[in-house]
């Protein structure tokens, strides 16, 4: 078990260096250069500078060393928690995302929340209710949810909650109510996408053998529905569950522009415009933690949810296949 | 008045707004303490009448006409809340397949402590109640297993649990839908008996569901034979046995190999005095040790194999028997070559292949191909028949595209099976056609061994009997050499020349089945001609 754990630890550094690795090679190897960058940010012509004056600049930010000595200094930094200073502003980027990640963090963490309970509501009423209209309405839910764009169903949500009925703010991150429509926003999408494939792994779970057994009991329909199918249904949905977090993390770019709120997602929107590299690098590599990070705690969960899983010698072993159709000896 | 009082059932199913009937104006009758049969193949409407008396038929499954009435109640057309009041407490059941018949999440005693909490009962007594039904089920050590997850169990205690939950909600009835059909005979024997004994002790009438005639005739008071949704037949099992009204009763005891001659095994191949053609495969003092990672099996390696010596003659078929676990499938896998012997030798055709790598067995792979035990797991089910049947060709590069499907035909043909059925996928074909293809498709590249992995075991009597002929008619036409692994010994004496009999990795007996099926030796050997149903004399039956 605790080479389980270790190897899975040892994976999620793995996925984590190589997702750094690919987006500072991307955006280091993209045809511009920081220093006009800067420059422009600044206002300054590159001509009115002396040949001297771009070489110091040039050596403040280190961009006369080669490439593998960037690489390798980025590198060394990001894992002390050091993404370099901004381009553009000037300011460690480390301490332009610590002020912003706060409205960021609460803003995802609801989204997933609401779209984890939502999306399970949705499923189970969807293969629960027995009137048949209301079951296909509910069935077909998830498909129209995840199919609005989130620009489209954020304006929607400002034109008819913030200008026609006034109750939420259209915009700003001060206080709860602001965080509402944001919220129901990044949840329709990530909801959807959830109650699609628990839907499906219910009507899978709901043809086994084992809830005709149920049945048989004389347990209730929610008994059977709640005790024995939905475990069961949820045990290959959790597997989405990264993917799930992932979405309302990255819809935070869209949500917090649209929005005009303050945090990572608009200050990575605003990084790519400029093409401020350490920022872009650093918010990547935040997103790409929180994706690993959420996928690691899923895998060293799941074996507490299906005991069939069990660690032995470091792998994960499926239960024996069980012979089809021969019984065991006694 | 009885417990179970059908009259006149109709039952149909729902498909694009017709009702295709499944069950056509039933009269079934289960008096108290009572043990019922329902003997019928596939598609008989056994299964659909069992559903509709406990109220589980599935969402588009209909009570047309007639009515049911359990324990003074009518189910037809009642509404969910009357039969869930009928299900556990006045019905249990105790399902098909023991593999899947319990929640793989749940402790197996909080499956049954469901049932008994069911009956109002709370608190610690809910755990002695468990533990009491495990005990009656005759599940050894039922403290440990009330602990442990169904995937630790074996088949048969599976089922045994499923027993038990039938027994927690304290019935009237059992209805135990081919209870044991997916259980080895040696298992099936005990768990039967056990079954009826526990009835007959508690009162409990018991509705047997089986398309084996030998199983109900063992153990039923009364049978009712069922075909096309009809009844066709009912009466004591012995009158049935000895006195078969219905043509299509006769048809069941002749596909029984055991009820076949009378309840004796008769071999039908008599080699004794033969002298044996050259074998085609040989494995020699064959072991194999797996890694000790199992918790099941102890830390220790796992000894699957000890000294197995083992040899098909040309053009006859020797058969593997054993229960479950005695490892005949392993032995198999190494004489394909699927798996490596730890030590040994296997000889196919006169080459050594143990130790052979991958690339250099490749074409030893077309004298030896593979039949297996489940017909609807084995083919791909995007795959039509045509392109399963080819696909051996294809991966050897033999003919083209016209060719092959010259020779598809002819294979389909040869294993009875109408051209037309080429474009078919297999989810349109019933399970012993789905059977046919398989061995089609292992027929494909002409080899002259075909291994058979409980070929029939899936099957149901009728069918059963089709495809051993099949096997039969080919084994002569095409001068096959089969090796034949099966748990079920009365099958084994319809189609072997010779036969070993295996016990936890070992060979305990070998030689011609006329010879080992009148004359076992091995008191492993006793025990499993033993297990075979129907086969005491007639008018004595098991209790």
């Known amino acids: 078990m605790t080479r389980y754990v270790a190897g899975r630890i040892a994976q999620a550094l793995v996925v984590l260096w190589a997702a750094y690795t690919l987006t500072f090679a991307i955006l280091y190897l993209l045809p511009s250069d920081p220093m006009q960058l800067q420059l422009a940010a600044a206002g300054v012509q590159e001509d009115s500078l002396t040949p001297d004056q771009v070489a110091a600049m040039k050596a403040e930010f280190g961009l006369d060393q080669s490439i593998w000595t960037q690489y390798w200094h980025h590198l060394g930094g990001a894992l002390h928690g050091d993404f370099g200073i901004s381009l553009t502003q000037r300011v460690p980027v480390t301490e332009m995302i610590g002020e912003r990640i706060g409205p960021t963090l609460v803003l995802s963490a609801s989204a997933a929340i609401v779209a984890l309970v939502a999306g399970s509501a949705l499923a189970y009423l969807a293969t629960f209710v027995r009137w048949s209209l209301l079951r296909i309405l509910f069935s077909r839910l998830p498909a129209v949810g995840a199919s609005f764009p989130q620009f489209f169903v954020a304006l929607f949500l400002i034109q008819f909650f913030s200008f026609q009925l006034g109750w939420f703010p259209a915009t700003g991150s001060e206080g709860a109510s602001s965080l509402v429509m944001p919220v129901i926003t990044i949840s329709v999408l990530a909801s959807s996408v959830l109650a699609q494939v628990l839907i499906k792994s219910f009507d899978e779970t709901l043809r086994q053998p084992y809830i005709t057994t149920a049945r048989a009991k004389g347990l209730s329909r929610s008994a059977v529905h709640l005790r024995h199918a939905f475990r069961n249904a949820a045990l290959p949905a959790m597997t989405i569950l990264g993917v799930i977090v992932g979405v309302t993390v990255t819809s935070s770019i869209v949500v917090e522009t649209v929005f005009t709120r303050e945090g990572v997602g608009r200050l990575a929107q605003e990084a790519v415009l400029s093409q401020d590299v350490p920022v872009v690098l650093a918010v990547v590599t935040i997103a790409a933690s929180v994706f690993v990070l959420v996928n690691l705690i899923v895998d060293l969960i799941y074996p507490l949810l299906d005991p069939r899983i069990s660690h032995t010698r470091g792998k994960v072993r499926a239960p024996a296949p069980a012979p089809a159709l021969e019984g065991g000896t006694l | ?543």
Not at chain 2, 263 to 286: C, N, Q, S, Y
């Open chain 2, 1 to 543: 008045m009885s417990l179970v009082d059908i009259k006149g059932l109709d039952v149909g199913y729902v498909r694009h707004r017709t009702v295709r009937p499944a069950v056509i104006g039933l009269d079934l009758s289960v008096g108290e303490a009572e043990v019922v049969a329902i003997v019928g193949e596939s598609g008989s409407g056994k299964t659909t009448t069992a559903n509709a008396i406990i109220g589980l038929l599935p969402p588009n499954g209909r009570i047309t006409a007639g009515s049911a009435i359990v324990d003074g109640i009518e189910t037809a057309g009642a509404k969910e809340k009357t039969l869930r009041g009928l299900r556990g407490s006045v019905v249990g059941l105790i399902p098909q397949d023991p593999m899947v018949g319990l929640n793989p999440t749940q402790r197996v005693g909080a499956q049954i402590g469901e049932v008994v909490k069911l009956r109002g009962i709370a608190g610690p007594s809910v755990h002695t109640e468990v533990v009491e039904f495990l005990d009656q089920a005759g599940v050894p050590d039922p403290e440990l297993r009330a602990r442990q997850y169904p995937h630790e169990l074996s088949g048969g205690l599976r089922q045994r649990a499923l027993i038990a939950i039938a027994l927690a909600g304290r019935p009237k009835l059992i209805i135990a839908d081919e209870p044991t059909s997916a259980l080895d005979v040696t298992v099936q024997k005990r768990i039967l008996d056990h079954l009826g004994g526990l009835v007959r002790e508690q009162g409990i009438s018991l509705l047997i569901i089986t398309h084996d005639l030998a199983v109900a005739a063992d153990r039923a008071d009364r049978v009712v034979v069922m075909q096309h949704g009809r009844k066709t037949e009912e009466g004591d099992p012995r009158v049935i046995l000895s006195d078969p009204r219905e043509p299509y009763t006769r048809r069941l005891i002749a596909a029984a190999p055991r009820l076949a001659h009378g309840g004796r095994v008769v071999a039908r191949f008599d080699v004794r005095d033969e002298e044996r053609p050259e074998p085609i495969l040989t494995l020699t003092k064959v072991s194999k040790t797996f890694p000790g990672n199992d918790p099941r099996r102890g830390r220790r390696g796992f000894n699957a194999l000890e000294d197995v010596t083992v040899s098909v003659p040309r053009g006859q078929t020797h058969a593997l028997v054993g229960e479950s676990g005695c490892g005949k499938t392993t032995t198999l896998r190494i004489a394909l070559g699927l798996e490596s012997a730890t030590s040994g030798s296997v000889r196919l055709d006169g080459t050594e292949i143990s130790g052979l790598s991958w690339n250099k067995l490749r074409p030893l792979r077309r004298k030896a191909q593979l039949v297996h035990q489940d017909p609807f797991a084995t083919l791909d089910p995007k795959f039509t028949v045509g392109q399963s049947v080819t696909e051996p060709l294809v991966s050897f590069r033999v003919g083209d595209r016209r060719t092959r499907k010259v020779r598809a035909l002819e294979l389909l043909d040869q294993v009875g099976l109408p051209t037309s059925y080429l474009d078919r996928l297999p989810q349109e074909l019933s399970g012993g056609q789905r059977q046919r293809v398989a061995i089609a498709r292992a027929l494909a590249l002409q080899p002259e061994l075909i291994m058979l992995d409980e070929p029939v075991s899936a099957l149901d009597v009728l069918v059963q009997e089709q495809i051993l002929r099949l096997l039969a008619d080919l084994q002569q036409a095409l001068n096959l050499s089969y090796l034949f692994v099966s748990h079920d010994l009365a099958v084994v004496a319809e189609v072997a020349h010779t036969v070993s009999v295996m016990s936890q990795g070992r060979v305990v007996e070998q030689g011609p089945v006329a010879e080992v099926f009148t004359n076992p030796r091995s008191p492993h050997t006793r025990e499993l001609i033993d297990a075979i149903p129907g086969r005491l004399p007639l008018g004595e039956k098991v209790v």
